[in-house]
Every structure is written in structure tokens, then in C-alpha cells.
């Protein structure tokens, strides 16, 4: 197994841009693909980012997701930030075992 | 529009059982591998078991393997979570999720609305 570490907590201003991060501790980041969900209070979590870099149908292009060979890490960028956009994100992959691995969460707070 | 309906949660003491099941809908859902996530109130998520669409290989996490039994019902459009030998540790939402292929891609896409274990004496 490895670990996907993600930092606690990130804030910004609305119209501003945000980049969460998602650092793989053992083995490539691009081994393996990489997505991101949202997780508002109360409700499930749904994807923003799948398969490192793409967008489902729905999902504002002001969310973006990137991996860094150099640093082993995945990266969520949310430019022109909404107060929308206050959540919590998780970026996720699997490792060789088949076995899914979380990062710890990121909570977003947009003041 | 694709669908996920979770039950079978509630409070059980240590030691017991307790069995999940997630109904589909809008989709074909044996053309799917389906896995169950779960979230501790107030912590991150976890995965937690995935099979694939024929029943043929299925995975679990190291903190439920010989515990946990996830299984399938094509038939049924449904989807379950066998739990024995309960920790006060597994109390938490479980959620059920669709991947996005046949065999396992680990993208979950979309989630059910969860269903609340709580393990307690």
C-alpha cells in the first residue's frame, strides 16, 4: 500500500484561485490514476476531477486536476473560487492490490 | 438517472452482524464493478470492499479482510455488505459507489446517500 496525503485544511477569497495537494508516499503518482471528489455537509461525495486531469459533464472548467512527476503528487487547482465552493476534497487512487486509497481530506474555506 | 439506496444500517452491539444492501437503478448493473466506502461521523473516507460485475474477484481493505463479505445480486440490482465480528471502530456512513467499468477503474462515480452503522454496547 502507499499513502496519498493531502494538506488539512486551505483557505481563499472568493475570485481568487486555490491549489490542493495530493502526495503519493511510495511508488509514481502517474503509476496509477488519480481522482478528486467534492463533499459538501451531509451529503456524498461527487467527483470533480477522474483519471488525473478530466472534467465530468457538469462540473465547472474552473476546476482542474494535474500530476507532478517531479514532486509525486496530483494537484486540484479551482480558479474564480465561489463560496459554492466551500467543501471538503479528497483526491483518491487504488494501489497494486487492487485495494482504493484516500488521501485525509482538504477542507476548503472560501471567506 | 443512475440511482443508489442504501439500508440494513443501524446501532448493533460489538461481537455481532449486520448486512448491507444497496439497490441500483438506471443503469445495467450488471455492465458495472460496484465497491462500498465508508466515512467515520466527522473523519475522512475509506474504501472499503469492490467486485466485480460477475462476482469474480472481489477486495477488501485490510481493516475488514475475513471480516467483511461484499457479494452481488444481478438479478436483484443489488448490491451487499455482510459484516461479522464487529469493532466499535467500524461505526460509520457506508456508502455504496458504481465504478466506472466492468472490472474495477477505482473512479466512483456516483455514490448512494449512506447508511449509518453504529457500533456500541
Known amino acids: 500500500n502507499f499513502m496519498l496525503t493531502q494538506p488539512h485544511s486551505v483557505s481563499e477569497s472568493p475570485g481568487k484561485t486555490v491549489t490542493i495537494s495530493c502526495t503519493r508516499a511510495?511508488?509514481?503518482?502517474?503509476?496509477?490514476?488519480v481522482q478528486w471528489y467534492q463533499q459538501r455537509p451531509g451529503s456524498a461525495p461527487t467527483t470533480v476531477i477522474y483519471?488525473?486531469?478530466?472534467?465530468p459533464s457538469g462540473v465547472p472548467d474552473r476546476f482542474s486536476g494535474s500530476i507532478d512527476s517531479s514532486s509525486n503528487s496530483a494537484s486540484l487547482t479551482i480558479s474564480g473560487l465561489k463560496t459554492e465552493d466551500e467543501a471538503d476534497y479528497y483526491c483518491q487512487s487504488y494501489d497494486s492490490t487492487n485495494q482504493g486509497i484516500f488521501g485525509g481530506g482538504t477542507k476548503l474555506t472560501v471567506l | 438517472e443512475v440511482q443508489l439506496v442504501e439500508s440494513g444500517g443501524g446501532l448493533v452491539q460489538p461481537g455481532r452482524s449486520l448486512r448491507l444492501s444497496c439497490e441500483a437503478s438506471?443503469?445495467?448493473?450488471?455492465?458495472?464493478?460496484m465497491h462500498w466506502v465508508r466515512q467515520a461521523p466527522g473523519k475522512g473516507l475509506e474504501w472499503v470492499s469492490g467486485?466485480?460485475?460477475?462476482?469474480?474477484?472481489?477486495v477488501y481493505a485490510d481493516s475488514v479482510k475475513g471480516r467483511f463479505t461484499i457479494s452481488r445480486d444481478n438479478a436483484k440490482n443489488s448490491l451487499y455488505l455482510q459484516m461479522n465480528s464487529l469493532r466499535t471502530e467500524d461505526t460509520a456512513f457506508y456508502y455504496c459507489?458504481?465504478?466506472?467499468?466492468?472490472?474495477?477503474?477505482?473512479?466512483?462515480?456516483?455514490w448512494g446517500q449512506g447508511t449509518l452503522v453504529t457500533v456500541s454496547s
Open positions: 511510495g511508488g509514481s503518482i502517474a503509476s496509477n490514476y
Open positions: 467486485i466485480s460485475w460477475n462476482s469474480g474477484s472481489t
Open positions: 459507489a458504481k465504478d466506472k467499468a466492468a472490472s474495477g477503474t477505482y473512479w466512483f462515480d456516483p
Open positions: 438506471g443503469f445495467t448493473f450488471d455492465d458495472y464493478a
Open positions: 483519471e488525473d486531469n478530466q472534467r
